[in-house]
Structure formats: C-alpha cells, structure tokens
C-alpha cells in the first residue's frame, strides 16, 4: 500500500496556478512533518514547503508569498497551491512526510509540473 499519493500536476502557462494535492495515510499524517519537495532536470532535490502537525509552515525563499502548502485533518490531505507560476518552478514535485523525531521518511511517486509558454 502506497503511504503517499500524489496528483494534480500539469502544464500550464507563465503566472496561471496550479494545485497539487497528497493523500496520506492516516498513521503517517497525524504523526509526520508533510512538506512538498522539487526535483528539476540535472539538480537536487530541494525543500519547496513543509507543514507540522500543528500546521507550523515553513517555505523556500524562491516560492514565498506564491506557494501555500495547507492540511486538511478531515481527509488526510495535504495540499500545495502554486499562484504565479515561472519558469523556474518547471519540476517533478515530491509529497514527503517526515517522522520529527527520527530519520524515517516516506516519499510519493511524483507529479510533473511545467511552466511554459
């Protein structure tokens, strides 16, 4: 069984939005940091947001003010809204869930996001 789903990627045009969605298991989203993380071709793998248990957020300074990542407790969702989109935020976007107190960690499959005109 998957731990982690993503969905919601595209293409899409130079400031059009996009809204990236991850299903979790229950376990692992009321135990787990759920952050977004990208990895463009030929570059490493970097934080985009992350969200606490306690809906603590954190973002990369490249995506602040545009990117906002959210929980919803109900479905045990997490969610990244990309407004603004650029160029450079063309990647294959990863949902992540982190335990806080250890190193173990689960990823997604990936989503392609790409912003072109």
């Known amino acids: 069984q998957a731990q982690l789903v993503e969905s919601g990627g595209g293409l899409v045009q130079p400031g059009e939005s996009l809204r990236l969605s991850c299903a979790a298991t229950e376990r692992i989203f009321k135990l787990y940091v759920m952050g977004w993380y990208r990895q463009a071709p030929e570059k490493r793998r970097e934080l985009v947001a992350s969200?606490?248990?306690?809906?603590?957020?954190n973002y990369a300074s490249s995506v602040r003010g545009r990117f906002t990542i959210s929980r919803d407790n109900a479905s045990h969702m997490v969610y990244l809204q990309m407004n603004n989109l650029k160029p450079e935020d063309t990647a294959v976007y990863y949902c992540?869930?982190?335990?806080?107190?250890?190193?173990?960690?689960?990823w997604g499959q990936g989503t392609q996001v790409t912003v072109s005109s």
């Open positions: 969200i606490t248990t306690g809906s603590v957020t």
């Open positions: 992540n869930a982190a335990d806080p107190f250890t190193d173990a960690d689960y």
